[in-house]
């Protein structure tokens, strides 16, 4: 077993786009590598299109289920402005993943607002995360091409973050996760998906 | 062949599982025989999990049941228990605000069987709009005791224990859970689940205790019982404990529930060895074990959301044994909220005038501030609810005073609608409509869930026909509990153990109840629902409309899994007029102003074909859009 005393990781997106099935993968996949895990999940009004937020923790030496600020070593959203709400819990290390698909609130609209496009994020990320890898890729396209549904872009971000070596677990170990949470007549299609993000360049 | 549920996996096996489902588990292998709940979050996973393994319960021989509320739930687990039958009940804070009427007699009169009472708190109100409330002070007024579990695998552990306890003492335990011990996932150790004693017969051999004289006798009877299991408690070295031990110091640390993990965290941080007394029995307390830590320091920092309980209890213990301790708390930390790490290692670095360890980074909350724009929860799109709020606006006067209520429906507080006037607990928005109707010449409307009719509102609307006032009531008929996650209600047709019933109809209840006007619209078809709204306007009596209409959420998520394709909605650029009625007033998240051109759009990704946009639209500018191949 590998000796890793933590690792701490941000699922974030706006509710109802699938950030609790990541974590769930993410959670049992650090289990069958034999880590101790350590979910937060946010239910309830969360989940109607608000902002939501899951911290993951695995490793041989955590004990708060909940992400300390400045901690997290990856960042995964599923929305370019929920990324950059998530980098609260960012130092100058931290890495992410993120789909370039917006989701524009309805108040945005209504104030007559600006909403930051994906390069103003990709700048911000930069500037919060110096050292940080920022991995902005068009998941709910993919999705959308190869699933017929955006639903599915979750397992994109996922794949791109084990591809690029930014989840320390391996792809044999996230199968098998998902082979426990996935129902079985979506199991093929997202294995398929997953392997789109994990050799997307 | 359908895979084996993870909350009954087999013994010997590491599962992961959310708090919620450890509590489950931990019911599971106490041989419990029923289990009742209303859901409420952060609780709702309790029922949700005994309805996913309802064919396991079956071949069990227990059950469980959705009741129609906390105090028809709690009734219910105490039949089975004064049955002999092992019980458990569960619901949120609140939901014990409503059973109280019930649940304060039950130690006086006692059980056979055991039964826990599971009431999960707040803290920050993530999930939560009525009050901040701590649920500690339930078992002190209704003299049971209460476990508080940390993670999962305590979960499963106190539950378990709690049945033990409940027999032993012939009182029903609570187990007091908060959001981040509810929604945490953890790894947990399975035990065997054994065949449960399903079945009871009731013997009514109970002696008239909760009537006096025998109930002031049962009431120093219970203070006894509380002695009896501190006594237990100072042993158990499972339920309290010291971590840290060995490490010589003269500051220590109380902490509590999921705060304790908070706390080890933010002393490794530190890289400090401190003394931690972790309380797992949040009443009675085991004051003997608090003694005993607190004897030799000269300072103790308690570590506990919400309310000072534990603070002021310490505070009472050191005036015996070490009158001169500093006790530190609240002060250092937060009344309001839940806690976290860094609040922890703030309060620390103050005590111990240590600068709180940081990873170098370059975050500027300006930025992140400017960018992070607030994105409040929203109406699904294609809610029915949306679409009921916008047709009753377009008929309600200007000064109109709109009940609100408690379910998904709560959104409708904020923009384009701002129609809940108030939040104050399930059934207040007909209930509290009355009372201004009574008083006021504005025309009231009040809107009430299916599930939150069921629950909470049925009095208060004989009390509307009995004392004669008029509201103009809105039953939102989803037919689902749909903000806990979708539980069936008698609206539903389903029961917690996958039977098929008859569906309550609401209208039918309504007019059984002496309501004269009472109309059935669809929720979708704008025009049907504006008529009677307009309708039932000018009347000077009460009148009640039913607006049905499937959750959406539900209805995609069941089409998604059928593989049926639901018609996308698009904006004809020709005809529309940009004129915002769409965008602005009806503020389906699914439609949109494309810049810097200001044309609109529908993200047919989001769009989920309900085709009321179309309906609003005075230009009839919203077409089915044509697959491209």
Redesign the interface.
Known sequence: MKKLDKFDMVICG???QGVLTV??IV??AA?VEGY????????????????LETHLRFGN??????I????ADLIISLEP??A??A??Y????TNYVFDQ?E????????EK????GVK??VK?LK????KGKVFDIPA?DLA?KEFG???AANIVLLGKAVGEGLLPLKKQSIFKAME?VLP?KFLEPNKKIFEVGFKLK | MARTHRVVELKGKKVILLGNEAVVRGALEAGVGFASAYPGTPSSEIPDTFHAIHENLKQLGSYFEYSTNEKCAMEAAAGAAFSGVRSIVSMKHFGVNVASDSTYPLAFYGVKGGMVIVTADDPGCWSSGQSEQDSRWFARIGHMPMLEPSDPQECKDFTKLAFDISENLGVPVFIRLTTRVSHVSGIVNLDKIPKPKAKGRFTPDTKWQTLPPLLLKRHIELHGLMKKLQALAEKDKKLNYVSNKDAKSDFGIIANGVTYHYVMEALKNFNLKIPVLKLGLAWPLPEQTINSFIKGLKKVFIVEELEPILESDVKRLAKDVNPKLNVLGKDLLCYSGEYRTDLIEKGLGVILKKKVPRKPSCLCEDTLGKIAIKRPATFCPGCPHRSTFYAVKQESPKDAVFGGDVGCYVIGIFKPFEMQDWLISMGAGPGISHGIAKVSDQKVIAFVGDSTFFHGAMPQLVNIVFNKSNPMVVALDNRITAMTGHQPNPSTGITGMGEQVDPLKIENIATAFGMKDVAVVNSFNLAQVRTKVKEYMVKDTSTFIVSRGDCRLRYMRLMRHKGVKVPVFEIDKNKCTKCGECLYNFGCPAIHREEPNGDFYIDPDFCWGCSVCGQLCPEKAMRVKQDKK
């Open positions: 706006v509710g109802g974590a769930g959670a049992r289990l101790n895990i350590k979910a937060a999940e946010l239910h309830g009004l969360a989940m109607r299109f608000g902002a030496n955590i004990h708060s289920p909940l300390k600020s400045g901690e402005v929920e950059v709400r980098s609260r960012s130092n100058n290390d698909k989701f524009i609130p309805n108040v945005v609209h209504r607002k600006k909403y930051p103003e994020v911000t500037e919060f995360s110096p709910s959308r549904n955006v639903v426990q079985s």
